[in-house]
């Protein structure tokens, strides 16, 4: 049940999120041991970074 929450949230809130973006060209990096072991995945976006977690979505923006 808490897998597919995530899917679902993470598919409703990607088109939001990466709206001015309209080719949609985010590429998401597998974690091979360069992030902590939670981290599944890390794509940039605007401002920031996105990481795919074992429990879930954070996010990490900075002032550009």
Known sequence: MNRLFQIVFFLL????????????????????GQWPEDILFRSEVPSGYLFIKKTGLEYFFYDS
């Open 13 to 32: 809130i990607s088109p939001l999120t990466f709206a001015h973006d309209p080719g949609g060209n985010y590429l998401f990096i597998e974690n091979k």
